[in-house]
């Protein structure tokens, strides 16, 4: 068998660094065996037997190395002792993965830590959270599927200790400038709003923002606070911690549909609040007004009412209403055959899809969706929508071992496609959420569904008018003003806020019902 | 007080009982003159408590090795019918405070260091580090290396320590860990200091050249020399840290070749054993890894104190062993910190900043993180009769934390 | 008096993120005090130990 060695002479390395040597030398393709160890007349010996023999051998002495190699081929001799240089001076590198594997970890870094951010599964929330308050932590639980009973008492823990719970199924808190989880890039200012919905903040401030306002902090309080089973505990903490901060003067509570326990609670508690409050809870719009309480229709009206609170007029509000599209005119609903008369809605925004529905059946229309704001209009199957039908695709159905349609279009783009084939669609409305963490183009994700869905309609009778809202600023990473132009490009009417949006979708109805 | 609070509480002292262990070597004898309960045909070794019949290849060796030496037998099969008759005693070294490296075998005759610590007035003891009998070699050769320690080395040493009145082993351990050394499987450093020392006591004892010269020759060309002490450090070190009620730190990890056993401070004597992990290694020329027997030794007893795998990171000359850059090791080293309870005061890494060691291994942080301890070890064959053949690293079995974290749950909630 | 949570408010953050390395990304995008925990789950994802953990750690 064809062997070789090669000596280098005085250089002495212990056995146990020339046995990774020698196994790095082994694995070489062809290679039979190998030998890297120093001259010594044992390993001599040693070689004499294994059959490797040579006068370079012989003379070598104990602080010599001796490198002898058994190969297949002359060739692979040859290469693998070129390599023995490189294999001796370079150990391979590889990537040293991080430390921090535990909150204990984390603490240990940072001990002057004051909030902890949660997005773990589920089941593991709790235990984690629990450490979390024991070391003095606040939390932004991101994380859902965590019990009521463990919402409970997490919350109650905190309560007791002074610290503050957001979630869990906590999307957006804004404190002091900072946004955490989804969160838009809005103008600091005095007003302090606290909502258990992600979106619903994030679209508060983001009409607050274009209205020339400007935002304190908002707080999430997580999607079951002002359930009756939680009783608004961090929704409570919130407003007290906001009435006492020298930084907010108006405070605004963004909701969806409460548990009336708590919303009683909360009422009495907003009523002795000794600063400005504008409330705004979805599907309680037909509430009577109560003493000392603004109870606003949409977020839009909250957004306003509270920057006149803060005593600046509402600017650039009325130009929010970007269109002028031939779309718009009578004309062309007016040649959509009758039958086509439907709105189908796809959010991407839970709050968005709530508004839209209030907003359509206040209009007196019937909305369907998978998430209803009240006990009627539950959507029998969440894939087959029927009339009017508005859908939450952030919903669980949606989002199992999948990512949120905010940081995945995919099954929004192909449900798009769907609904434009379906022949009673007159329009689909959308919504488009920017800011940290949501997609990089949101848009660029589904516009290609939209064109393409328009395009096939339009070879049938008929065209898909496309109405969509687009909640962020002009500071958020994705490009507002680009996202804007390529919806409109592709024709979609195009508003900054969801209630606009909805409302220009009635109006659309409004002709095609007169039309029809 | 919750019970949460209480084992923070109990590791605390069982760390400082850890840290503030001081070991002075006090003499090396034969083993029946001062381990408690070393009587009779008895023979010690590693690991957890095991009968002749379950013991691996290389354990067995190395007891018909010792029996041969002691002369309680010709050949190495009336060795066997002796063991296989039930007429040898077999106990493990941690129940009368002594390791040993690998199969840890050790016999009446055989010296032993004797390592006293200071602090808490205990001894334990260590069995003579050596290339071949430890590994389950019982040739003529091996057994004569037995024969010159127990003849002519530890005569020698002991009239030197006597002389010199025992050697402190701390400075030597601190000095080591900042020379390179991590104290298991490099003793480069330590082991040089200690015949320094040696040197001097052999000269102000007066022994004679003709025994003087060939012990300092053996000491100089031993660079395991020193391994045999810090184990019998760690033992003296651990042994005072057991029995503290509600504490979950391991105060002893070993191996037999069969099973991997560990003790834990809040559980009394009882041992959480698994299987014995398979050590991934590098061989020596003419060896593979289907040669390899099981992960064994007492050795780990160094791990447990804060040494070997988890001083890793600042013993860079042993790299081969990992595999891997300076950056692995460094990265193993961080790793066990996520494992411990405390950093040790005074053994520091230079490389790491002159941070301390990791001590106090917990078992609910090792279940929690599942991160099991990092040991670097030799490899024994799988087979009777072979010396060393490989080295490598291996992880404690992730299953007897598990299984202490049970009795401690067991014994210490509602 | 001062609670605790008027010291969130008055800033600034200094946040250990346990799970999405994005939420951590986007908090340093602002500036903001941050350590990223690669999480793992406990024990392995060992239900018997995790109920343990709870109770002793």
Known sequence: ?516 | MDIKQRITEANEEVVRRLTSGLPVLVDIAPAGEVIPGMEGKMITHSGPPIEWSRMCGAQQGSVIGSVIYEGWAETPEDARALLDGGEIHLEPNHSHSTVGPMAGTISPSAPVWVVENRTFGNRAFCRQVEPRQQFGDYSPDALDGLRRWRDLFAPTLREALLHLGGVELDPIIIQALQMGDELHNRHSASSSLFANQMAIGIAKAGVPLDRALPTLGHLAGHNLLFLGLAMAAGKAITDPARGVESSSVVIAMCRNGTEFGIQVSGLGDEWFVAPAPVVEGLYLPGFTSSDAGLDMGDSAITETVGWGGFALGGAPGILALVGGTPEDALGYTREMRGITTAKHPTHRMPALGFEGTSVGIDIRKVVQTDVSPIIDTAIAHREAGHPIIGAGMVRAPMECFKGALRAFGRRYTP | MTEPIDDLLRGPLVIVNLGLRGFAESLEAQADDVVQVDWLPPAGGDAEMIDLLDKLL
């Open chain 1, 1 to 516: 068998m064809p062997q070789g060695c090669a000596i280098r002479k005085n250089q002495y390395y212990d056995s146990v660094f020339l046995m990774g040597v020698n196994s790095r030398l082994s694995k070489i393709a062809g290679v039979r065996q190998t030998a890297v160890l120093m001259g010594s007349e044992k390993n001599k010996v040693l070689l004499g037997d294994m059959g490797i023999r040579a006068r370079e051998i012989d003379e070598a002495g104990p602080n010599d190395l001796v490198i002898a190699v058994l190969a297949d081929d002359e060739a692979t001799v040859r290469s693998a002792l070129e390599g023995v240089d490189a294999a001796l001076h370079s150990m391979e590198a590889t990537t040293t993965p991080s430390e921090i594997h535990t909150l204990e970890d984390g603490l240990r870094v940072k001990s002057d830590a004051n909030l902890a951010v949660v997005t773990l599964p589920g089941e593991y929330v709790y235990a984690e959270a629990r450490k979390a308050l024991d070391a003095g932590l606040h939390l932004f639980i991101f994380s859902s599927n965590v019990s009521l009973e463990q919402e409970r008492e997490l919350k109650q823990l905190a309560l007791s200790r002074g610290l503050l719970v957001m979630g869990p199924d906590c999307g957006t808190s804004i404190l002091g400038g900072v946004g955490i989880g989804f969160a838009n890039a809005v103008r600091r200012g005095t007003i302090g709003v606290i909502g258990p919905s992600g979106t619903g903040l994030q679209e508060f401030t983001c009409q607050v923002h274009h209205a020339g306002g400007g935002i304190s902090h908002a707080i999430g309080t997580g999607s079951h606070d002002l359930s009756n089973d939680i009783g608004g505990s961090t929704t409570l903490m919130a407003l007290e911690a906001l009435e006492r901060d020298p930084s907010t003067d108006v405070i605004a509570l963004v909701a969806k549909p409460a548990g009336d326990q708590t919303l009683r609670v909360l009422t009495a508690r907003l009523q002795a609040c000794t600063k400005p409050v504008v409330v705004c809870i979805l599907g309680r719009s037909d509430r009577a007004p109560d003493a000392g309480l603004e109870w606003m229709p949409t977020i839009d009206a909250a957004a306003r009412a509270a920057i006149e609170m803060c005593g600046m007029p509402a600017t650039g509000w009325t130009s929010t209403l970007t269109i002028s599209d031939p779309g718009l005119s009578p004309d062309v609903s007016a040649r959509r055959p009758p039958r086509q008369r439907f709105l189908r809605g796809l959010f991407a925004g839970g709050t968005m899809c709530y508004q839209s529905q209030q907003i359509l059946s206040q209009a007196g229309l019937t909305v369907f969706s998978n998430a209803p704001l009240g006990v009627d209009g539950l959507l029998e199957n969440p894939e087959q929508s029927v009339e009017h039908t508005l859908i939450d695709m952030g919903d669980e159905t949606y989002t199992q071992g999948r990512l949120h349609p905010m940081i995945d279009g995919t099954l929004r783009a192909q449900r798009i496609l769907a609904e434009s084939v379906d022949p009673e669609v007159a329009v689909l409305l959308l919504d488009f959420v920017l800011g940290t963490n949501a997609a990089k183009d949101p848009v660029g994700d589904i516009v290609g569904a939209i064109i393409e869905g328009r395009h096939r309609r339009a070879k049938e009778a008929g065209n898909l008018t496309v109405v969509a809202s687009i909640c962020g600023t002009e500071d958020d990473s994705q490009d507002l003003s680009q996202q804007a132009s390529l919806l409109m490009e592709a024709g979609v009417h195009v508003f900054w806020s969801n209630a606009r949006a909805t409302d220009y979708c009635i109006e659309l109805l409004r002709d095609q019902q007169e039309v029809a």
